[in-house]
């Protein structure tokens, strides 16, 4: 039955975001191309937004974007000009795409993990993984991520085909890594999915605190990367740390967008399912490692949160004794910033100033603007309200988002005295 054009659309919109990487892990399998595979779902999607108006919307919609896929795989090897290739060279490439056509059900698992270690292979700089993650296995368009970090779309576009064009020229095997191999490309596929999530968590510039959207897709990708690897304590570990992080997201700011400081937060509006979700993705990863890795050990603070009721009930002690863990596993200027905070809470003002005063010649931490912000709210707490406004007015000066601007420069006025505006 035929639909209208706008009802087709959307349910193309829904269906790609849902089924294009499983149909481009399939398809790279098949032409072992990474850039070639992104280009047959595209041209199944062109297909579908050109038939689907007409025809109406198929039974299974991923089916016959599957299909449509294949047949544009076959046709391409087909017809291609290989001049430097024999003749016979290019029939076994026909067998071997025909035979990879023959998928059985049990191997699109297997096709989506290859898929995660190839967009996140360390052989492409970081933001070219972020920016491939979010193309391949989040369904995004370049414009959608490009709109997501505030940076032109052509610059993710290249971003994007050099990528592509790397992981070809690299000759990157399309293979869930062994061995000693699989911790390193597992933390890379980790980190990626971890920066997409913190990019939306806390953005690091533009006007607003928080990018939902980001969250959502890394916690999508860290539940299709559990579902994949059930046995990586560290998957559960990162997965736990983000539910139990976004549960706190309707708190986070006001009606106006204004940020509001964790104390602050009114813990009614926390997600309750999500934290849930995230407690029991963090017993699995404890139940499944003799030794906490950094994620879980980042998701143990986070529990410590949600299973306070107030943030008087904080076990702030528990929370520094976490941190220290969490410097031997994954030493850090910042990891020590953020111990310093909870000696504060645990013990005061004066037992944190000295931990914090030992970081200022860090060079990881010149531009950073928790640094001076941190201090100053310590110097506040001490009684040196002119030291203090200094350093929330240096933080201000070195944050490149908005928001967080307006709260330091609040904070700045609020310890010296000066009327607010």
């Known amino acids: 039955m035929a639909v209208t054009v706008t009802e087709a659309h959307r349910t193309i919109e829904a269906v790609w975001r849902i089924e294009s990487a499983k149909l481009i892990a399939a398809l790279t399998r098949m032409v072992r191309d990474v850039g070639l595979a992104e280009e047959l779902a595209q041209d199944a999607l062109v297909a579908a937004l050109e038939q689907w108006p007409a025809s109406g919307v198929p039974s299974n919609p991923a089916a016959w974007l599957m299909t449509i896929a294949k047949r544009r795989a076959i046709d391409h090897f087909r017809h291609v000009k290989m001049a430097e290739r024999k003749h016979e060279e290019l029939g076994l490439d026909l067998e071997t795409v025909r035979q990879a056509i023959e998928v059985e059900p049990d191997e699109v698992p297997d096709d989506l993990l290859r898929l995660i270690f190839t967009a996140c292979h360390p052989v492409l700089k970081t933001e070219a993984r972020v920016a491939l993650t979010l193309r391949l296995l989040g369904g995004l368009t370049t414009d959608e991520i490009a709109r997501a970090f505030l940076v032109p779309e052509a610059t993710v576009a290249q971003r994007i085909v050099r990528a592509k064009r790397t992981l070809a020229q690299k000759k990157v095997p399309f293979e869930v890594p062994v061995g000693a191999e699989l911790a390193e490309r597992l933390g890379s596929v980790l980190e990626v999915v971890y920066l997409i999530f ?224």
């Open 198 to 421: 913190n990019e939306g968590y806390s953005a690091t510039a533009g006007d607003d605190l928080m990018r939902p959207q980001l969250c959502a897709d890394a916690i999508r990708l860290g539940r299709i990367l559990a579902g994949l690897a059930p046995a990586e304590p560290e998957v559960f570990g990162l997965l736990a740390l983000m539910e139990l992080q976004a549960s706190r997201t309707r708190a986070r700011v006001t009606a106006e967008g204004e940020p509001i400081l964790l104390l602050d937060q009114n813990r009614a509006k926390w997600d309750r399912l999500l934290i849930n979700h995230g407690l029991a993705a963090l017993e699995r990863a404890e139940r499944l490692a003799s030794t906490r890795g950094p994620y879980t050990v980042q998701a143990a603070i986070a529990a410590c949160h949600a299973r306070a009721g107030s943030s008087a009930d904080t076990d702030w002690a528990r929370i520094a004794a976490l941190y220290g863990e969490l410097a031997q596993v994954a030493p850090s200027p910042v990891v020590e910033l953020n111990r310093a905070v909870a000696v504060s809470m645990a013990s005061g003002p004066a037992a944190a100033l000295p931990l914090v005063d030992a970081l200022a010649e860090s060079p990881a931490l010149a531009r950073y603007h928790l640094l001076p912000a941190v201090r100053g709210d310590l110097l506040a707490k001490l009684g040196r309200p002119e030291e203090a406004r200094a350093e929330f007015e240096r933080a201000a000066g070195m944050t490149r988002n908005a928001r967080e601007r307006d709260v330091l420069l609040a904070r700045a006025k609020e310890v010296s005295g000066a009327p607010g505006e």
